[in-house]
């Protein structure tokens, strides 16, 4: 079975440019994550979507970031415009249902000059 | 304040040794999970706790829930270059899947 899909691997933007990561979770998990996590820190939530209803966007700074899970299934993550401070790895995760644990992805790792 | 609190931030050992890391908090979790990650990689379930002192042990790696289920640890026994990874400890809140994670702790281990 193919684990959680991200991407693309990795994104080298300039700033004030647009930038959108994709991810494809494991087939049947309704609940997705998207997280940023920083070099050497702990990942950091961003949203999460119970099937297609992002249930939790307090941490998304909705000024420049926007998210969609429009079917339920795939999602994607939009930075416009991105600034420096954005560089980091975006991580995707699922989680199947009466069960605690998340299946990452690989991660998108973002730069922005 | 730092929900999660992990200690040590780096740790450098040779092949072989014994580490423990720590993973602490003031508040109380009804589970507690923690999660490997290697470079360029997403996290790993390791091992979820739910029991007040409850002890589970993976091969060579050894998970203790504190008796206030404030707090856990992580014993590695004759650690392998293997092993090498950033650690994280990671909690939910009650009836809730939202997953908080520490800072991690950042583990080398020199052949």
């Known amino acids: 079975e193919a684990g959680v899909v991200q991407s693309p691997r990795y994104k080298i933007i300039e700033k004030k440019q647009p930038v959108a990561f994709w991810c494809n979770p494991i087939?049947?998990?309704?609940?997705l994550y998207w997280y940023l996590q920083n070099l050497g820190q702990g990942p950091e939530l961003l949203i999460r979507?119970?099937?297609?209803?992002?249930?939790?966007d307090s941490q998304l700074p909705k000024d420049r970031f926007s998210a969609e899970r429009l079917k339920g299934v795939d999602s994607t993550l939009k930075i416009q415009p991105a600034e420096l401070g954005d560089s980091a790895v975006y991580l995707c995760?699922?989680?199947?249902?009466?069960?605690?644990?998340?299946?990452f992805g690989e991660g998108s790792r973002l730069t922005v000059l | 304040t730092q929900l999660l609190e992990q200690s040590p931030q780096f740790l450098s050992i040779q092949e072989g040794e014994n580490l423990t890391v720590y993973c602490n908090s003031s508040?109380?979790?009804?589970?507690l999970q923690w999660y490997r990650q290697e470079p360029g990689e997403g996290p790993v379930l390791l091992v979820t706790?739910?029991?007040?002192?409850e002890v589970k042990k993976l091969k060579r790696l050894t998970f203790q829930f504190g008796d206030a289920r404030k707090d856990s640890s992580l014993h590695i026994t004759a650690a392998q270059t293997g092993d090498t990874g950033l650690y994280l400890c990671?909690?939910?809140?009650?009836?809730?899947?939202?997953?908080?994670f520490g800072k991690g702790t950042k583990l080398s281990v020199i052949p």
């Open positions: 995760a699922s989680r199947g249902k009466n069960t605690g644990e998340l299946f």
């Open positions: 087939s049947g998990h309704n609940t």
């Open positions: 979507y119970e099937n297609e209803e992002a249930v939790d």
């Open positions: 508040s109380v979790f009804s589970s």
């Open positions: 706790v739910v029991t007040g002192g």
């Open positions: 990671a909690v939910s809140g009650a009836g809730s899947y939202q997953l908080t």
